[in-house]
């Protein structure tokens, strides 16, 4: 049984009563949808994404109304929570606007510092050389994701089918929209997609699109937020992955 190591490198208790969970999940895909943040690369890798929230507080103190964030809000170490709490205050405004953009060039930045998830490009490459259809769905900005994987010279594998973050934040995830417009564009139907992400956020959009869902962690406190989410396969490493992918 080539399958007991692999077995015990999987994070979640299901698995065990389903040890083919992965390559079940990995056999039906025709279409993989990608979070980008997380599975593709750690875009903050070098570039504290803390920081990042912390200037879009201090701007918007100088900016915005007073109050217009909570105290967790303020101290929150993640920018996409700053944005969608202005965006909640303020839906549709141009401070919501600003601030959107302001996040833009920050990740902009830090894409030239990102760190590729190990086995992150051999698995796109050989998922798409054995004809799966890549996309990516991800709630940064659409423009990161490009230049991102051109530097990598896999932009090949997903253009055009690169959906993120609009205007229109009420589409980000873990509202399926994403999902949905990728699975339009491709011709697909849900139950040939397998979405893979590394967030609550993730599990909960492809539950909506009814999109298959493979949990990458990259530590045991991740893990642990997508199984309590109820994602039934959880990987510690991408190259799991590649190895079934490879056989
Ligand atoms: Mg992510």
């Not at 990995?26 to 943040?37: H, Q, S």
């Not at 902009?108 to 510092?113: D, N, Q």
Request: overall charge neutral.
């Amino acid at each position: 049984m080539t399958f007991d190591k692999t077995q015990t490198d999987l994070v979640t208790s299901e698995t065990e009563a389903d040890p083919l969970g992965l390559r079940e999940l990995i056999e039906r895909a025709r279409v993989v949808l990608w979070d980008f943040d997380g599975p593709i690369c750690r875009l903050f890798a070098g570039h504290s994404a803390e920081q990042v929230a912390a200037g879009l507080v201090e701007w918007l103190e100088g900016r915005g109304p007073a109050g217009l964030l909570t105290e967790a809000e303020r101290n929150s170490p993640d920018p996409q929570v700053v944005l969608r709490a202005v965006d909640r205050r303020q839906p549709g405004s141009d401070l919501v606007a600003e601030v959107e953009e302001r996040l833009a060039r920050a990740e902009l930045r830090a894409a030239a510092s990102a760190m590729p998830t190990a086995y992150a490009d051999p698995l796109i490459r050989t998922w798409t050389a054995v004809g799966a259809r890549l996309a990516v769905i991800t709630n940064n900005s659409p423009l990161v994701v490009s230049t991102y994987l051109t530097g990598r010279g896999l932009l090949g594998c997903f253009a055009p089918h690169i959906y993120g973050r609009t205007k229109d934040l009420r589409h980000l995830k873990p509202d399926p929209h994403g999902l949905n417009s990728a699975l339009t564009a491709m011709s697909a139907a849900p139950s040939d997609a397998l979405l893979i992400g590394d967030a609550v956020s993730d599990h909960e959009a492809a539950r909506r699109a009814g999109v298959a869902f493979l949990g990458y962690a990259r530590n045991e406190r991740k893990a642990e937020l997508l199984r309590e989410a109820g994602a039934r396969v959880v990987v510690r490493s991408l190259n799991q992955v590649l190895r079934h992918l490879r056989k």
